[in-house]
C-alpha cells in the first residue's frame, strides 16, 4: 500500500516562501512521476505542478510558474514544492499525488491520471 504524507504547509504573508514535502511509502517511487495539487475553499481543485518519474521533465500551471519549482529526491522517496513570491490566492490546501501510470516521460495534469493522494496540507498567505 502506498501512503503519501505532506508537510510545510502554513501560515506566511505575501511575498514569503514555503516549501512543502511530500513523503511517500513503497519501494517504487523513483519509477512514478508526482504531481502537486490545490484545492481554496469553495472551489475545484486544480493542477500546480508535476514532475516525471526522472526528473527531467517538469510541468506548472500558468498561476505559479516562475515562482514554484518542484522538485524530487528519489533515493529519499520524497517530492518537493519550492513556494516563492507566495500570494492571498495560493491559499490552500495542497496535496501531492502519484502518477498511476510508471515510467511516462513527462508529467500530467488531469487528475484522473494519478491514482494515490496525500491528505493534504493547508497552506495561508496573508496580505
Known amino acids: 500500500q502506498v501512503q503519501l504524507v505532506e508537510s510545510g504547509g502554513g501560515l506566511v504573508q505575501a511575498g514569503g516562501s514555503l516549501r512543502l514535502s511530500c513523503a511517500t511509502s513503497g519501494r517504487t517511487f523513483s519509477t512514478y512521476g508526482m504531481g502537486w495539487f490545490r484545492q481554496a475553499p469553495g472551489k475545484e481543485r486544480e493542477f500546480v505542478a508535476s514532475i516525471s518519474w526522472s526528473g527531467g521533465s517538469t510541468s506548472y500551471a500558468d498561476s505559479v510558474k516562475g515562482r514554484f519549482t518542484i522538485s524530487r529526491d528519489n533515493a529519499k522517496s520524497a517530492v518537493y514544492l519550492q513556494m516563492n513570491s507566495l500570494k492571498p490566492e495560493d491559499t490552500a490546501v495542497y496535496y501531492c499525488?502519484?502518477?498511476?501510470?510508471?515510467?511516462?516521460?513527462?508529467?500530467?495534469?488531469?487528475?484522473?491520471?494519478?491514482?494515490?493522494w496525500g491528505q493534504g496540507t493547508q497552506v495561508a498567505v496573508s496580505s
Open positions: 499525488a502519484r502518477r498511476s501510470t510508471p515510467l511516462r516521460l513527462s508529467g500530467s495534469s488531469r487528475e484522473g491520471e494519478y491514482d494515490y
